[in-house]
């Protein structure tokens, strides 16, 4: 047979390395995953949810709109609440851009970063993402077909010069046209912990409005903001929809996913005109509409202040763990190995010295899983980039889904990993 009748896309969907790393914990048992994005098991929230539930089930009203098919865009009551949630987090007056007539409801925030791709993207086209970033975003563009161009991070986001830099080489090459998408995880980033300043949003959005004389054609940005909600060190900072006349480039993605549960799988996007209507038709393509029922549970717990509380235990759980976790880090890690503390979000971005590599094929990789513990690797977070050679020093590490005691543990095998594989190099 001549072919394998896939599709493009098919053809090029490679299998995303997570499920690798997933089925590897799940294959393993006594594994100790600090590579997962799971959530604290512990924290939860099973008292709320129950109650909720059985709130909506027990009113005969709620309960049959719970059991039945929604609107594409969601319960009109959770994307109010949503909307003036974020206004009320960006401290806001000017309700425009946080009506609730902007918002869709998705599963999970994964849906919206898959739809505006797809809304805004052909094959060959360029998007510009933070180098590294959140490597199930680039398995979207792979997908797709669509090349990513990494723009170097600092402390308080992207290096800005060097954001100029990468779109004036698309100028010059003439491949500014095919450039749509800026993406960008602003909070607490996964995977470096890196929050954006409010001032580089907008400087950011300048820049690419700038760019876009050349492109003939709007470029957007794409703030995905799945960590705001887990700031447990520090204030929150405005979204790049507080940016006034610039937000109508913003898409901003959200999730209830991180804050309260990961298996209800709600998720939001705050779309502008012209991509609001385009993503509302995939998403009607795709599923229309996502569960009733779980948006109620979300609408319900909102409403009723149960969230919040929420929150204040969820926040003050994740501190206590990425206290646990930095004091074993200081406590076991050998000279040289590098970290960054974070102010929120679920993970510590760490760097091995140059001696020792960490990607799946490392000696330091393999002998970690040896010792029972998993982490992600740096490399798989960056683009390849003819610029630079990938970066494979760095690791993800999770205090999101184990224990105390199992966090503490898998630090000591890790440090005791590199501590070979280093002697072993030298
Ligand atoms: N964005 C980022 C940066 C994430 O880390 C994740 C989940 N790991 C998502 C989006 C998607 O999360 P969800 O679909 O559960 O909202």
Same mark, same amino acid.
């Given at each position: 047979?001549?072919?394998?009748?896939?599709?493009?896309?098919? /053809?090029?969907?490679?299998?995303?390395?997570? *499920?690798?790393?997933?089925?590897? !914990?799940?294959?393993? @048992?006594?594994?100790?995953?600090?590579?997962?994005?799971?959530?604290?098991?512990? *924290?939860?929230?099973?008292?709320?949810?129950?109650?909720?539930?059985?709130?909506?089930?027990? *009113?005969?009203?709620?309960? /049959?709109?719970?059991?039945?098919?929604?609107?594409?865009?969601?319960?009109? !009551?959770?994307?109010?609440?949503?909307?003036?949630?974020?206004?009320?987090?960006?401290?806001?007056?000017?309700?425009?851009?946080?009506?609730?007539?902007?918002?869709?409801?998705? %599963?999970?925030?994964?849906?919206?970063?898959?739809?505006?791709?797809?809304?805004?993207?052909?094959?060959?086209?360029?998007?510009?993402?933070?180098?590294?970033?959140?490597?199930?975003?680039?398995?979207?563009?792979?997908?797709?077909?669509?090349?990513?161009?990494?723009?170097?991070?600092?402390?308080?986001?992207?290096?800005?010069?060097?954001?100029?830099?990468?779109?004036?080489?698309?100028?010059?090459?003439?491949?500014?046209? /095919?450039? +749509?998408?800026?993406?960008? $995880?602003?909070?607490?980033?996964?995977?470096?912990?890196?929050?954006?300043?409010?001032?580089?949003?907008?400087?950011?959005?300048?820049?690419?409005?700038?760019?876009?004389?050349?492109?003939?054609?709007?470029?957007?940005?794409?703030?995905?903001?799945?960590?705001?909600?887990?700031?447990?060190?520090?204030?929150?900072?405005?979204?790049?929809?507080?940016?006034? +006349?610039?937000?109508?480039?913003?898409?901003?993605? #959200?999730?209830?996913?991180?804050?309260?549960?990961? #298996? !209800?799988?709600?998720?939001? #996007?705050?779309?502008?005109?012209?991509?609001?209507?385009? $993503?509302?038709?995939?998403?009607?393509?795709?599923?229309?509409?996502? %569960?009733?029922?779980?948006?109620?549970?979300?609408?319900?717990?909102?409403?009723? #202040?149960?969230?919040?509380?929420?929150?204040?235990?969820? /926040?003050?759980?994740?501190?206590?763990?990425?206290?646990?976790?930095?004091?074993?880090?200081?406590?076991?890690? @050998?000279?040289?190995? &590098?970290?960054?503390?974070?102010?929120?979000?679920?993970?510590?971005?760490?760097?091995?010295?140059? +001696?020792?590599?960490?990607?799946?094929? *490392?000696?330091?990789?393999?002998? !970690?899983?040896?010792?029972?513990?998993?982490?992600?690797?740096?490399?798989?977070?960056?683009?390849?980039?003819?610029? &630079?050679?990938?970066?494979?020093?760095?690791?993800?590490?999770?205090?999101?889904?184990? %224990?105390?005691?199992?966090?503490?543990?898998?630090?000591?095998?890790?440090?005791?990993?590199?501590?070979?594989?280093?002697?072993?190099?030298?």
């Amino acid at each position: 047979m001549k072919s394998n009748g896939l599709s493009a896309l098919g /053809r090029r969907t490679a299998t995303p390395p997570i *499920s690798w790393l997933m089925a590897t !914990a799940l294959a393993r @048992p006594g594994l100790i995953s600090l590579a997962a994005g799971f959530t604290d098991k512990e *924290s939860l929230p099973l008292k709320e949810a129950r109650q909720a539930l059985t709130e909506i089930l027990n *009113s005969p009203t709620e309960g /049959r709109t719970a059991l039945q098919y929604g609107t594409t865009a969601g319960e009109p !009551a959770l994307r109010r609440l949503t909307a003036e949630r974020i206004r009320v987090l960006d401290g806001c007056a000017d309700g425009a851009v946080y009506s609730a007539d902007r918002l869709l409801l998705t %599963s999970g925030s994964q849906q919206v970063l898959y739809m505006v791709t797809e809304a805004l993207c052909d094959p060959g086209d360029f998007v510009l993402v933070e180098d590294p970033t959140y490597f199930v975003f680039l398995g979207i563009l792979q997908s797709h077909g669509i090349h990513a161009r990494g723009v170097r991070l600092e402390t308080d986001g992207l290096d800005l010069a060097h954001l100029e830099l990468v779109l004036e080489q698309l100028k010059q090459r003439g491949q500014l046209p /095919r450039l +749509k998408l800026l993406y960008l $995880v602003s909070y607490h980033q996964n995977p470096t912990s890196t929050t954006t300043s409010f001032h580089k949003k907008q400087s950011v959005l300048s820049l690419l409005r700038y760019y876009e004389r050349a492109a003939g054609h709007p470029i957007y940005l794409l703030e995905d903001a799945a960590y705001r909600e887990l700031t447990f060190q520090g204030g929150d900072v405005q979204s790049a929809l507080g940016t006034g +006349k610039q937000a109508d480039r913003v898409l901003y993605a #959200g999730t209830y996913s991180k804050p309260f549960a990961t #298996g !209800a799988r709600v998720g939001y #996007g705050i779309l502008p005109e012209p991509v609001f209507p385009v $993503v509302m038709g995939i998403k009607g393509n795709h599923d229309f509409g996502s %569960s009733s029922l779980l948006q109620q549970l979300l609408a319900k717990v909102i409403s009723s #202040g149960a969230y919040e509380r929420h929150l204040v235990k969820l /926040r003050a759980r994740y501190a206590h763990k990425a206290k646990i976790m930095l004091d074993v880090l200081q406590k076991e890690m @050998p000279e040289g190995v &590098r970290w960054v503390v974070p102010q929120g979000g679920l993970y510590y971005w760490v760097r091995v010295p140059e +001696k020792a590599t960490s990607g799946m094929k *490392s000696r330091l990789f393999q002998t !970690a899983l040896r010792k029972q513990v998993l982490y992600v690797p740096g490399e798989l977070c960056y683009v390849d980039d003819p610029a &630079r050679p990938k970066p494979n020093h760095e690791m993800r590490l999770s205090f999101g889904a184990e %224990s105390e005691t199992l966090l503490m543990e898998g630090i000591k095998r890790l440090a005791a990993a590199i501590m070979l594989s280093l002697a072993r190099r030298g």
